[in-house]
């Protein structure tokens, strides 16, 4: 199927699977209790939003080669890994790995043998969930209630388990499995993060779609920044915009930090009311069908920010295009976080730089590649990272810029559309 274009219609909706034009008016229950000024504010854009065009993805361009596994595919490839390795299985607890190579998001462990069928075991009350999600060729066994780890394992034929691999395990459980298993134990986390740190054609969807559903957001919240607005406000209102879009939930806790908050890169909101003179850093992240997506801007409030404002985020959006001209495939993660380092030093800032580039997004908000110093990991196409350098000045303001950005065979493609103007005036 070729899609040419895919926009959003920005009117406001009740909350919906899909993203589509409006299908009902406002209900009545989301009309706000008190009718204060910025109700009214918030309620007048809701109904008449701003349909900037920059803001219109048309990123879902999809190829008729289209590049997609099944849960079948995967596992095999998985075989193929642990074979490679002289492992006999794999017992994985990672809720996400299961998801990846199952399609069920629960509660679980998922048993894969080398020779054999793959099993998912799960508790009795996500039973039927994991029938109905997981694909057809896993079987589904309902574990007894208080079922522990070591009891999974038992169950497993002697000859899957003689040398097994797996992705997490308590040092609690490992020892006490290691005490009953007459093979071996062998990590494999990296070996599972070779496979999804590429992403395939429908997990490229999934991701695309919710970077659109964070970019409208974004759009939103640069909207309703004012002063005498409460940082927690804006986080509900982005929230309740992310789920009208059909977001199932933040990738994160999103974060909204105004004013000297702004200088913390994890600042949580809170009741602090914004003020003339703030800097506002706004970190927004959706989920949706199980792929998230990570977007930051910088906003002022005010007539005009200080020359040390606007210095400081021109540093930051330079240094976000200097990291972007390195992003290709054959280039390592340290390759594209010295990029965008050495161009905030070369304006003074390189000691304000206090946290990596950049990581990997997918199924969890952080997955490899972590983008850092002395990180080797080789950029490949499929990956789907985040660029964010920010710099911050402790107890006064900071700022950050983020996108969400996809490495194609002929460049990168920004997945998070949203200005970068700093003044909302």
Not at 290 to 303: E, I, K, L, Q
Not at 343 to 349: K, P
Request: proline residues 5%.
């Amino acid at each position: 199927m070729l899609v040419s274009e895919l926009t959003l219609d920005w009117s406001i909706r009740t909350p919906a699977t899909t993203i589509g034009p409006m299908t009902a008016p406002l209900p009545a229950s989301s009309m706000p209790q008190i009718l204060n000024a910025q109700s009214i504010k918030i309620l007048l854009i809701r109904i008449f939003p701003k349909r900037n065009e920059s803001f219109l993805v048309a990123s879902t361009l999809i190829s008729p080669l289209r590049v997609e596994m099944t849960s079948t595919e995967r596992i095999k490839k998985l075989i193929e890994i642990l074979r490679e390795g002289g492992l006999t299985g794999a017992i994985l607890r990672s809720q996400a790995n299961v998801f990846y190579f199952t399609g069920y998001r629960g509660s679980g462990a998922l048993f894969i043998p080398t020779d054999g069928l793959p099993t998912l075991y799960v508790p009795p009350l996500d039973f039927e969930l994991a029938e109905e999600m997981a694909a057809e060729e896993v079987q589904v066994i309902k574990l007894e209630q208080h079922s522990t780890i070591q009891s999974i394992f038992e169950s497993i034929p002697e000859h899957s388990r003689a040398r097994l691999g797996f992705d997490s395990l308590s040092a609690e459980d490992y020892l006490k499995i290691s005490e009953r298993l007459a093979g071996s134990m062998t990590p494999i986390s990296d070996r599972i993060w070779k496979l999804r740190m590429i992403k395939d054609d429908s997990e490229i969807d999934r991701i695309k779609r919710a970077c659109e559903i964070s970019s409208r957001c974004m759009e939103l919240a640069s909207e309703i920044i004012g002063q005498g607005v409460a940082e927690s406000e804006i986080k509900a209102e982005i929230l309740k915009e992310m789920l009208n879009l059909g977001g199932e939930k933040p990738a994160f806790d999103i974060i909204v930090a105004s004013g000297p908050n702004s200088s913390k890169p994890h600042g949580s909101p809170g009741n602090r009311l914004i003020r003339s003179g703030d800097v506002v850093v706004i970190d927004i992240g959706a989920v949706y069908e199980g792929y998230c997506s990570d977007m930051t801007r910088t906003f002022y409030v005010g007539s005009e920010p200080s020359e040390e404002v606007e210095k400081a985020h021109q540093a930051v959006l330079d240094a976000k295009q200097k990291a972007e001209e390195f992003l290709k495939i054959g280039a390592t993660a340290s390759d594209l976080y010295q990029s965008a380092y050495d161009q905030l030093a070369s304006t003074g800032y390189g000691e304000h730089f206090i946290h990596g580039l950049g990581h990997g997004v997918g199924i969890e908000i952080h997955e490899p590649p972590r983008i850092s110093r002395n990180v080797g990991e080789v950029l490949s196409e499929g990956m789907v990272l985040t660029i964010e350098p920010g710099v911050y000045f402790p107890k006064r303001f900071g700022v950050r810029v983020e996108d969400t950005i996809l490495v194609r065979r002929e460049g990168v493609e920004r997945l998070t559309r949203a200005p970068y103007e700093l003044s909302l005036d």
